[in-house]
């Protein structure tokens, strides 16, 4: 009995210890966030991620398993701008964990750092699911990536002041690192400027900002709404008169959708990895752009 | 008065717009959404509805033949400040043709207490057993499991405090427990100054891989029932016509379990998923039942009873949009008193009789707002088997927050 109740305390005592430890538990709502507070982290920081590459992040749960890790957690990093509306206010509720309330250090919102693309003007739901605050995939273009970066890396200093040299210098490398691969994906990314492109949903917003790319119309009727097969006709009807280059989706969409409207236009489907851990190569957020850029290119060969 | 109307009229556009302008969780302060659930139901039997070996109570029953509305739900919460989160759920529902508001909700619940705890206190869904704090229009079919049904009358609602805790383990660990009024069925009587009722329970949960999550629970309910009757839906007539209230007062104690299973594709929901879930109780109770006439003397017998059932259910989405579901229901129990008459009298005896029931439904979701459904029940509840078909749409208005896992 006495045995069993030391092994049952040193095995809390673990836990405690474990949670004690030096660092930061990071929970990430998207895998951008999470190989972004990697870069950013390093060493410092344990990182896990809600959601995959295949997963939407509009709609999953605050299953048990997430419940705990927030509750575990000392920084949470999320776009924000109501992506994670469905599911993030019921898991901060459920975790019990006061450092990542909205509003505290702990609580870190990267859309509401930047320009938004996308602000409705009128709020109204028969025009599908539309976000306030305007289109929170704001990843996908690298310069706003970067003032979300620097913002982190700032946060991470603040949560975590014993490591600030630490992560002070991998800022120093991000920022170098970062601005150098703007340059050289600028420059290969010329020939995309005016290429029009249809989309699944309005995940492409700020690349086409960025690339100057146009966005020639969505397979979704409405934002959230899935594609029907009375707007794949008008959809080509449109095409016809004005044709695009390709059908762009990634994995956490089906393919159906894109695949029977390239049957029925006969234009070309590209799967684009959206985030990191979209494709096999994809490993951070340096070849997001980079497979992202690969793909695009070869549209225009 | 127009002057009155005036001014609250120019405060809800006042609020709508600045809803509109502001950003993330705080839109709409307070949240507000409004459920609307309309039904139309097809029996083959017109029997009063009974459920042999269990005294009815709450919104027990088998719902409405024809066309009509279920409960229209009204919710506005918010978080209060940086410390509370507060919610309110009225429910608007028609009882024998009177339009009734019910409070279902008003409660006030902690953020920021941290450590993983989280108070409530006001009325709320008591955390017992899975389905119980889900509202009814998330629940998969139209109506409550017959354990739900026969045990808390749909569902168990109280007044009081809970408290709960989330362990800092790398697993899902909750444990809670709750010190409730005890006056609403199936307590009754909020016996020991208004503190008659308690409930604990305990949660696991995790992943299994990248594609199913599961949770594991175990509750246990207590009280001092006080007078609790049979309400409404269970009168019985004497010899002389008069009517007789079934009455129990005693302990009561139910003990459950619940687990829930989900899968989908790689976590990915939206276009294929199952949900397998299933819940178990056991209730004892023992005290008196008493035929309230309004007599001096009314009829009475002890009771010693023991009351069982769960449910089994699976729900597929095989598609976008489209889903259908299986549940299977059964009861059982072993009721014993003094006098097996006045038992019988109360509802109490089983007559040899197990109830279950076979439901099959589908629905289609337009939206996630938005959603039709059709079931079909073959109902051994009580002896006069019956086939029940019910057409339901649920909408819901205005910001709709997330449903629990």
Request: with cysteine; net charge negative; proline share 4%.
């Amino acid at each position: 009995m006495l045995s069993r109740l030391s092994l049952l305390l040193s095995v809390i005592g673990m836990m405690l210890a474990q949670s004690a430890n030096a660092g930061l538990n990071v929970f990430a709502c998207e895998p951008e966030w999470a190989s972004l507070a990697e870069a950013l982290g390093g060493d410092q920081v344990r990182v896990t991620s809600a959601t995959t590459a295949r997963q939407d992040p509009h709609h999953i749960e605050a299953r048990p398993s997430l419940i705990a890790k927030l509750r575990r957690a000392d920084l949470l990093i999320c776009s924000g701008a109501e992506l994670e509306v469905g599911w993030l206010p019921m898991l901060q509720r459920k975790a019990g964990n006061r450092q990542v309330l909205t509003g505290q250090r702990g609580y870190f919102e990267a859309a509401m750092l930047v320009d938004r693309l996308d602000v409705p003007e009128v709020l109204d739901r028969s025009m599908g699911d539309l976000h306030a605050s305007g289109n929170p995939h704001v990843h996908l273009d690298p310069h706003r990536l970067l003032t979300i970066a620097m913002a982190l890396s700032e946060r991470l200093i603040e949560l975590d002041p014993e490591n600030g040299a630490l992560y002070e210098q991998r800022r120093n490398d991000f920022n170098q690192r970062w601005q150098n691969s703007i340059e050289a994906w600028e420059q290969s990314a010329a020939p995309l400027k005016g290429l029009r492109v249809v989309v699944h949903h309005m995940d492409w917003s700020y690349l086409f900002d960025w690339l100057q790319m146009v966005n020639a119309g969505a397979l979704e009727p409405k934002p959230g709404l899935p594609a029907s097969a009375s707007n794949l006709t008008s959809l080509k009807q449109e095409m016809e008169q004005n044709p695009a280059a390709a059908i762009l989706y990634t994995h956490y969409q089906s393919p159906k959708a894109a695949k029977r409207f390239s049957q029925l236009s006969g234009i070309e489907v590209v799967e684009l990895p959206y985030t990191v851990g979209g494709a096999a190569e994809v490993t951070d957020l340096f070849s997001l752009y980079d497979v992202t850029l690969k793909r695009l290119l070869k549209l225009v060969q | 008065m127009s002057t009155r109307l005036l001014q609250s009229a120019a405060v809800v556009a006042a609020i709508l717009s600045t809803a509109a302008e502001a950003a993330g969780d705080s839109s709409f302060n307070p949240e507000i959404s409004l459920i609307l659930d309309g039904r139309y139901g097809s029996f083959d039997n017109d029997s009063d509805y009974e459920l042999p070996g269990f005294m009815l109570g709450g919104e027990a029953g088998r719902g409405e033949e024809g066309f009509h509305l279920g409960h229209s739900e009204l919710v506005l919460s918010a978080n209060v400040d940086n410390l509370f989160y507060g919610k309110m759920t009225a429910a608007i529902a028609e009882h024998d043709g009177e339009t009734e508001v019910e409070l279902e909700e008003a409660y006030i619940e902690t953020l920021g207490l941290g450590h993983g705890i989280t108070a409530k206190a006001g009325r709320f869904f008591s955390g017992l057993g899975y389905l119980n704090q889900q509202h009814p229009h998330a629940w998969d079919f139209t109506d409550a499991p017959l354990i739900y049904r026969g045990l808390f009358g749909d569902q168990l609602l109280d007044d009081g405090v809970h408290l709960s805790w989330v362990a800092p383990t790398p697993m899902f660990v909750k444990v809670g427990a709750e010190i409730t009024r005890g006056e609403r069925f199936p307590a009754a009587g909020a016996s020991n100054d208004g503190v008659g009722a308690s409930t604990f329970f305990a949660k696991v949960g995790g992943d299994l891989g990248e594609s199913q999550a599961w949770q594991l629970g175990i509750s246990h309910w207590r009280a001092e029932v006080e007078g609790r009757t049979s309400g409404g839906h269970h009168h019985h007539e004497d010899e002389e016509g008069g009517h007789e209230t079934p009455t129990y007062s005693g302990d009561s104690d139910v003990t459950g379990i619940d687990f829930v299973w989900k899968w989908a594709p790689h976590g990915n929901a939206t276009e294929r998923n199952l949900k397998i879930q299933g819940e178990y109780f056991i209730r004892n109770e023992d005290g008196d039942v008493v035929m309230d006439d309004e007599s001096d003397a009314p009829e009475s017998t002890t009771y010693d009873g023991e009351q069982k059932g769960g449910y089994l259910q699976a729900v597929y989405q095989f598609m976008p949009r489209w889903r259908v579901g299986l549940r299977y229901d059964w009861l059982d129990s072993d009721n014993k008193g003094s006098d097996e008459e006045v038992l019988a009298e109360a509802g109490l005896d089983n007559e040899g009789h197990t109830p279950q029931r076979f439901t099959l439904m589908g629905d289609y979701s337009h939206s996630e707002y938005s959603r039709v459904r059709l079931q079909f029940a073959r109902d051994e509840s009580y002896e006069d088997k019956d086939n029940i078909i019910t057409l339901q749409y649920i909408v819901s208005l205005g910001s709709h927050g997330a449903h629990q896992f």
